[in-house]
């Protein structure tokens, strides 16, 4: 089995930063992709931002040049971080991965982490 923990939600102000950071542990072959997703009340979850195991990120409209996708291969560590915030950032973000153990490819994903930017 495979988890996923997440950190680094919180609240912030307006223009402020916060860093999230998702660690995927257990029997892990590989990683083929970690992303992550968010979703507001009311609204469907969406993908922010998505990292594959060859380095191409691919992010939503609406956080390209504010948010950045890395990870630490190493750690099967995934981050976001996330600049110039606004409130409509907030929602809960679920980390999501695409791992592959023995010749079984599934998706996991973590409990989610709240971020709420407001003044």
């Known amino acids: 089995q495979v988890q996923l923990v997440e950190s680094g939600g919180g609240l912030v102000q307006p223009g402020g930063s916060l860093r999230l950071s998702c660690a995927a542990s257990?029997?892990?072959?590989?990683?083929?992709?970690m992303g992550w997703y968010r979703q507001a009340p009311g609204n469907q979850r969406e993908l922010v931002a998505v990292i594959r195991s060859g380095g191409r990120t691919d992010y939503t409209d609406a956080v390209k040049g504010r948010f950045t996708i890395s990870s630490d291969n190493a750690k099967n560590t995934v981050y976001l971080q996330m600049n110039k915030l606004k409130p409509k950032d907030t929602a809960v973000y679920y980390c999501s991965a695409d791992v592959t153990v023995w010749d079984r490819r599934d998706d996991y994903w973590g409990q989610g982490t709240q971020v709420t930017v407001s003044s």
């Open positions: 257990g029997t892990i072959f590989s990683i083929n992709a």
